[in-house]
């Protein structure tokens, strides 16, 4: 009798658990080959691809090999002691045997991948990526707008189809949106922005405090309490949250506050300090971290303003060296799909800042010249 009597709790037991359990926790994902064509830029393309609960999921690799070559290229690697891939934006992919061959079915193998995805530098921990056979596949609604390439369906010829952006060429960088001339958007639009920046940045708060109310009010203003952010380091710098004063790493900060709109003005302390390629390569994995934190935060990067010809540090910053690097930011902006704001053209005179134009220091800009700033970002607005 004893052991009747703890058969029927266990059974009790086993039932109030099934009860309790969530009803879609044991769902298994319906993972199939998929039935749909694949143009990529008008080319009919094979590779495989399968179709997850109603979502098309590709090859990482076989969208790097067709991707190569365009504005939206971008290189895979992987580490096979942490199990990590990385990804590249912009930088050309090596293909591997394999790459393109449908091979066999291996839908069967399918689960959801535990390998951490690092792009540019930065983790993207909530992209939905399974593990088929020995390969990652990911799901292009999310993968288009973080590596810069889009997509659509054309149900007729039950064809998905992937457009690239335009490579880079000389002069303005082909693919990146460079923000022309609109009617103003007006103290809406700038309220809608957070501006991320160096002491340039900065100066917009003591200005406003002053009685500039056309410029970004404080709590727009994200810098250090210092007042300055250097672009190598920025991992080490930690954002003055105003009016609480919390202080908070720029990635963090990204995650807590997710700006509808982000200015970037980054790089005059940086062209003394790093070449093009660090530049570059740390300006993207900027990008990155903010992306993973608030991937729905609409980011835009600036040019660098120009130095009067006061200036005391011409050999390490010069208009030269600022050109330079304000063609390096719209080559990222053209590799990532961001738009670019060329800023620099409200305050520059004969290709160098005014000498009345900043506070005496030949760099940091006057009240009038920032609001100068404020009203080309209105007329330059993002829609």
Same mark, same amino acid.
């Given at each position: 009798?004893?052991?009747?009597?703890?058969?029927?709790?266990?059974?009790?037991?086993?039932?109030?658990?099934?009860?309790?359990?969530?009803? #879609?926790?044991?769902?298994?994902?319906?993972? %199939?080959? /998929?039935? &749909?064509?694949?143009?990529? @830029? +008008?080319?009919?393309? !094979?590779?495989?691809?399968?179709?997850?609960?109603?979502?098309?999921?590709?090859?990482?690799?076989?969208?790097?090999?067709?991707?190569?070559?365009?504005?939206?290229?971008?290189?895979?690697?992987?580490?096979?002691?942490?199990?990590?891939?990385?990804?590249?934006?912009?930088?050309?992919?090596?293909?591997?045997?394999?790459?393109?061959?449908? #091979?066999?079915?291996?839908?069967?193998?399918? %689960?959801? /991948?535990? &390998?951490?995805?690092?792009? @540019? +530098?930065?983790?993207? !921990?909530?992209?939905?990526?399974?593990?088929?056979?020995?390969?990652?596949?990911?799901?292009?609604?999310?993968?288009?707008?973080?590596?810069?390439?889009?997509?659509?369906?054309?149900?007729?010829?039950?064809?998905?189809?992937?457009?690239?952006?335009?490579?880079?060429?000389?002069?303005?960088?082909?693919?990146?949106?460079?923000?022309?001339?609109?009617?103003?958007?007006?103290?809406?639009?700038?309220?809608?922005?957070?501006?991320?920046?160096?002491?340039?940045?900065?100066?917009?708060?003591?200005?406003?405090?002053?009685?500039?109310?056309?410029?970004?009010?404080?709590?727009?203003?994200?810098?250090?309490?210092?007042?300055?952010?250097?672009?190598?380091?920025?991992?080490?710098?930690?954002?003055?949250?105003?009016?609480?004063?919390?202080?908070?790493?720029?990635?963090?900060?990204?995650?807590?506050?997710?700006?509808?709109?982000?200015?970037?003005?980054?790089?005059?302390?940086?062209?003394?300090?790093?070449?093009?390629?660090?530049?570059?390569?740390?300006?993207?994995?900027?990008?990155?971290?903010?992306?993973?934190?608030?991937?729905?935060?609409?980011?835009?990067?600036?040019?660098?303003?120009?130095?009067?010809?006061?200036?005391?540090?011409?050999?390490?910053?010069?208009?030269?060296?600022?050109?330079?690097?304000?063609?390096?930011?719209?080559?990222?902006?053209?590799?990532?799909?961001?738009?670019?704001?060329?800023?620099?053209?409200?305050?520059?005179?004969?290709?160098?800042?005014?000498?009345?134009?900043?506070?005496?220091?030949?760099?940091?800009?006057?009240?009038?010249?920032?609001?100068?700033?404020?009203?080309?970002?209105?007329?330059?607005?993002?829609?």
């Amino acid at each position: 009798m004893k052991s009747k009597h703890i058969g029927r709790i266990a059974l009790a037991l086993l039932l109030a658990l099934a009860l309790l359990a969530p009803t #879609g926790a044991m769902a298994a994902p319906r993972v %199939v080959r /998929s039935p &749909q064509k694949l143009t990529v @830029d +008008g080319q009919n393309v !094979a590779c495989e691809k399968y179709n997850i609960d109603g979502y098309n999921y590709f090859k990482l690799r076989d969208l790097a090999c067709l991707l190569s070559g365009t504005g939206s290229e971008f290189s895979v690697g992987f580490d096979d002691a942490s199990k990590t891939v990385y990804i590249s934006r912009g930088e050309k992919y090596t293909p591997r045997p394999g790459d393109l061959e449908p #091979g066999e079915d291996k839908s069967a193998s399918a %689960v959801v /991948s535990s &390998q951490p995805i690092v792009i @540019d +530098g930065a983790v993207y !921990a909530d992209l939905s990526a399974f593990l088929i056979g020995n390969n990652n596949y990911f799901k292009l609604q999310e993968l288009g707008p973080i590596l810069g390439f889009d997509f659509s369906y054309d149900q007729p010829s039950n064809t998905t189809q992937i457009f690239s952006r335009a490579k880079q060429s000389g002069g303005q960088a082909a693919g990146a949106l460079r923000l022309g001339l609109t009617a103003d958007a007006g103290r809406e639009y700038l309220d809608k922005i957070v501006f991320l920046g160096d002491s340039t940045t900065y100066g917009f708060i003591p200005y406003y405090q002053a009685g500039y109310t056309d410029l970004p009010k404080p709590e727009q203003v994200w810098t250090p309490a210092v007042g300055y952010l250097t672009l190598p380091y920025y991992q080490s710098a930690k954002i003055y949250l105003r009016p609480g004063g919390e202080e908070l790493s720029i990635a963090d900060a990204a995650a807590k506050v997710k700006p509808e709109i982000m200015i970037i003005t980054l790089g005059v302390d940086g062209i003394a300090l790093v070449g093009k390629d660090d530049f570059i390569a740390v300006y993207k994995q900027l990008i990155g971290e903010i992306q993973a934190a608030s991937p729905d935060t609409r980011i835009i990067l600036n040019s660098i303003y120009p130095v009067a010809d006061s200036y005391k540090n011409q050999r390490d910053i010069n208009n030269n060296k600022i050109n330079d690097a304000n063609g390096w930011i719209e080559s990222i902006a053209a590799q990532l799909g961001l738009p670019y704001l060329y800023s620099w053209e409200a305050l520059a005179v004969n290709g160098k800042l005014p000498e009345s134009a900043h506070n005496g220091d030949g760099l940091h800009l006057t009240g009038e010249s920032l609001t100068k700033i404020a009203e080309y970002v209105r007329t330059h607005a993002y829609t």
